[in-house]
């Protein structure tokens, strides 16, 4: 199941070992809505039903009741100063389902404070934005016909 290499068994205790596997899963908000039960998980495509079942409740101790998965396939791109094609790893895309009394709600990760600064930040340069044009647009109106960035 796992590809690294472990150390040699040594005499003596305790033996100094650690059996990772290979998997990994990533939390991911689905495309459409979802009932408050599922939960939509990216995973290796190497991952079944049984090891993402046994890897939530065993690691995280969440219980599952069902797992369904896809594996979608990576995205088609051409390179576009060289022309050759890129193609993007597969994934597997896995619906756990908790049992019925169980929701799940994504985190806040950023606070109302931060997203109002933000949006401080945002007008203050919307506005440099839009007086920077207005001031080069100025400048074309007495040569119609003419771009803008011909003239100085």
């Known amino acids: 199941m796992s590809t690294r290499w472990y150390p040699i068994y040594q005499k003596g205790n305790p033996q100094l070992r650690v059996f990772l596997p290979n998997f990994w899963m990533k939390l991911v908000k689905p495309n459409v809505d979802q009932p408050k039960n599922v939960v939509q998980f990216i995973t290796s495509v190497q991952m079944t039903n049984h090891d993402i079942k046994n890897y939530l409740e065993k690691i995280y101790k969440i219980p599952v009741v069902k797992v ?10 051409k390179q576009p100063d060289k022309g050759y094609v890129i193609k993007d790893d597969d ?7 908790l049992p019925r009394g169980a929701e799940f709600e994504f985190p806040e990760i ?4 931060v997203k109002d600064k933000e949006d401080e930040t945002l007008t203050k340069h919307r506005k440099e934005l839009r007086k920077g044009y207005v001031e080069f647009t100025a400048k074309c109106k007495k040569r119609p016909g003419v771009p803008g960035w011909f003239g100085l």
Not at 68 to 77: L, P
């Open 110 to 113: 950023f606070s109302k404070e």
């Open 91 to 97: 994934y597997k895309r896995a619906l756990v389902t």
């Open 68 to 77: 369904d998965t896809s594996i979608v396939q990576g995205e088609f791109k």
